[in-house]
């Protein structure tokens, strides 16, 4: 066996990032990869503009001149300048992309480094705090989206694992469904909490249970709620939203659709309903018509005790109408990157990475697998304009809005086709298939890793700036 073959085993057989980062290094060097990531050119970015932007921010660092420090960042400084977030970037090497991209993301986050520790005359600390408020919001962050998929949704997990082992977690959270749970118990736990709970054996997924032929008969649905919510409870503390983001400073966002045709979908988090309680929420965003009966949501009153919230509607399964509700997160937290984790099962098959492939059998593969997709959410559409069928109305408005939604993010990541198993998704997973499936999270993640720390590094560093300011100057976060 050649050294290539061995370590594309190897590669294949990992069990950590560090082993397959250094792998996937090795190969890249057999492949003459390194050299691709030292040489600037390439046609896919604006390297020359790169290039003289890490010389001038270089100089202007050096020469402490924080007037046009300032000037440059507030009129330059965006996630994408010169595309070099372009996916292509990506795709070459196994893990990393060109130097100069790593070299220009070092000189701007030194740049805010210096600038946010420097005691500067003409910025005091009020001033200086406003301009990287500014410049933060300006620039925008990420978040990362976590997809219904049912028992698929301990996938998720293993993302967050590798995701906050290498300190690049977005602090913006967003569950539909079942990964409105994983969100919900990522949500609610500190970063000390998570080290614990993130492991296999204390996660708690035993959510099918059946009810009865009688209760099934009158209508309550398939499976037993009570059976779910006694596995959110054992994972999520009875906190609301806006407990949960004082206790963590995390983002939480769970998105629920309403049984009533009425209604509007609603996206849930500290500022849209900071009194409702998470446990509930996350109960109704996993509300799968048809097998689970719609859920009632409940608050905290003034007096802290539990009540009905909003008691003449009931709510469903968030992925109805929002598996990924990109713009209602963009609109509330400025975010404009997203980083989804998918496992619903009806979209799996549909990924085929980050980039369109060109060509004829691309177009044919397309053609076959898209194609039906797009006539079907056509007719959908068409149906719900043209007719109002009694008892089908809300059954065909449902499933357009289930075929018409875009279930990708900028950076997608999603499980091996081959660990698709109708059977299983609607099942209670044994402790080595929850296991078994964690770790398909986790391998999943490697590959996007160094990408996702790139396009969210310069957030992250006006994140931590503030934070530093704010215990320095005794500033209440915000």
Request: charged content about 25%; some cysteine; overall charge positive.
């Amino acid at each position: 066996m050649s050294i290539h073959s061995k370590l594309e085993r190897t590669l294949a057989q990992a069990t950590s990032y560090q082993e397959w980062q250094e792998t996937a290094k090795q190969l890249d060097k057999l492949d003459g990869k390194d050299r691709w990531r030292e040489e600037p050119q390439s046609a896919d970015y604006d390297y020359r503009l790169l290039a003289s932007r890490v010389r001038m921010f270089r100089r202007l660092r050096r020469k402490k001149d924080f007037e046009q420090l300032i000037f440059r960042l507030r009129e330059e400084l965006h996630g994408n300048i010169g595309n070099m977030a372009n996916p292509v970037l990506y795709q070459q090497a196994r893990t990393g992309t060109k130097k100069l991209i790593t070299d220009y993301l070092d000189e701007v986050t030194a740049c805010l480094n210096l600038f946010s520790a420097s005691e500067i005359k003409d910025f005091p600390p009020i001033r200086k705090r406003r301009f990287l408020k500014r410049s933060a919001r300006s620039f925008g962050r990420s978040a990362l989206l976590l997809s219904g998929g049912a028992s698929l949704g301990l996938f998720h997990l293993g993302v967050i694992q590798e995701l906050q082992a290498e300190g690049i977690l977005p602090r913006v959270i967003t569950g539909s469904s079942a990964g409105s749970i994983i969100a919900g118990i990522l949500a609610t736990h500190t970063d000390e909490e998570l080290e614990a709970l993130l492991e296999p054996g204390y996660v708690e997924f035993e959510w099918s249970k059946m009810f009865g032929f009688v209760d099934i008969i009158k209508g309550k649905g398939v499976l037993d709620p009570k059976q779910l919510l006694k596995s959110i409870n054992h994972t999520i503390p009875n906190l609301t939203f806006l407990e949960a983001y004082k206790h963590t400073g995390r983002i939480l966002n769970i998105s629920v659709s309403p049984a009533d045709s009425h209604q509007f979908p609603r996206l849930l988090n500290y500022l849209t309903a900071p009194n409702v309680l998470i446990r509930r929420a996350a109960l109704a965003s996993s509300a799968i018509p048809g097998l689970f009966p719609p859920v009632q949501l409940r608050a905290k009153n003034f007096s802290g005790k539990s009540v009905v919230y909003m008691p003449q509607h009931r709510w469903i399964d968030g992925s109805v109408h929002e598996d990924i509700p990109k713009e209602r997160v963009n609109r509330l937290h400025n975010v404009n990157h997203y980083i989804v984790s998918q496992t619903n099962p009806h979209v799996i098959p549909f990924m085929n990475g980050d980039i369109e492939e060109t060509g004829l059998i691309p177009f044919i593969q397309d053609v076959v697998l898209k194609a039906p997709v797009v006539q079907i959410e056509h007719f959908l559409e068409m149906v719900h304009q043209h007719f109002e069928i009694p008892g089908l109305s809300s059954v065909i408005k449902k499933a357009h809005a289930l075929v018409s939604q875009n279930y990708s993010g900028d950076i997608t990541i999603y499980p091996d086709h081959q660990l698709i198993r109708v059977s299983k998704i609607l099942a209670n997973l044994t402790p080595d298939q929850a296991t078994k499936m964690m770790h398909e999270g986790r391998r999943s993640t490697w590959p996007k890793i160094e990408r996702i720390r790139n396009t969210t590094r310069i957030s992250r560093t006006f994140d931590a700036c503030l934070k530093r300011m704010s215990e320095k100057y005794r500033y209440v976060p915000k």
